[in-house]
């Protein structure tokens, strides 16, 4: 007797897919990369009465442009997720279109975000901190802006269908992770320095 597996579907979408299983532990592994470095500031912190000790608190302009260009791209990256299964190409297209250009105004307010942190990355142990967070936070930015740009460069094209469909939907996944890490993120940088 043999099995008929021809009604199968042909590509799976989230905690079906094995790609969308590896994104999970991935980001479980970067998220906990993140909390090592939220605890190493906090330490530090501890350590402190003066916070920022011996600079001013980084200037939050390009901080909270960052945050808010997080919190809105969260809109495209939900309409690529909710698109995909659908195979709805023309949809996710344009949803990864939006997405990128979110990934593209944040990637240039973080570069102009690194030039008013207020302090070098070598002052001492507070400087060295918040620049390896941001620059942490900064190749996951990267990662994704080129992802994303390379699949909505594949939209574009007859591949853009079934696996392909599918790793949109998990780019959307990761990019949740890049805009939860970046207010974090921002909140430890910015906020801290000023309210607490």
């Known amino acids: 007797m043999t099995l008929d597996v021809s009604g199968l579907p042909s590509v799976a979408f989230g905690h079906r897919n094995t790609t969308w299983l590896a994104n999970v532990f991935y980001m479980a592994i970067e998220g906990m990369m993140f909390a090592l470095m939220f605890?190493?500031?906090?330490?530090?912190?501890?350590?402190?009465?003066?916070?920022?000790?011996?600079?001013?608190p980084p200037a939050i302009r390009y901080g909270a442009l960052n945050a808010v260009v997080f919190l809105l791209s969260i809109a495209p990256a939900w309409w690529v997720r909710r698109r995909a299964p659908d195979g709805d190409?023309?949809?996710?297209?344009?949803?990864?279109?939006?997405?990128?250009?979110?990934?593209?105004a944040a990637t240039a307010f973080r570069v102009l975000e690194f030039t008013t942190l207020n302090c070098r990355w070598s002052d001492d142990a507070y400087s060295s901190t918040i620049w390896v967070l941001i620059g942490m936070h900064s190749g996951h930015l990267v990662t994704e802006?080129?992802?994303?740009?390379?699949?909505?460069?594949?939209?574009?094209?007859?591949?853009?269908?079934?696996?392909?469909?599918?790793?949109?939907?998990?780019n959307s996944d990761y990019w949740y992770f890049v805009a939860v890490t970046g207010w974090m993120v921002d909140f430890l940088i910015y906020g801290t320095t000023r309210f607490l």
């Open 89 to 104: 190409r023309r949809a996710v297209r344009n949803g990864l279109l939006v997405l990128s250009l979110f990934a593209l």
């Open 39 to 56: 605890a190493t500031y906090f330490y530090l912190r501890t350590r402190s009465t003066d916070w920022p000790p011996g600079h001013l």
């Open 145 to 170: 802006l080129i992802e994303t740009l390379v699949l909505l460069a594949i939209s574009f094209t007859p591949k853009m269908e079934g696996t392909r469909l599918a790793d949109a939907a998990i």
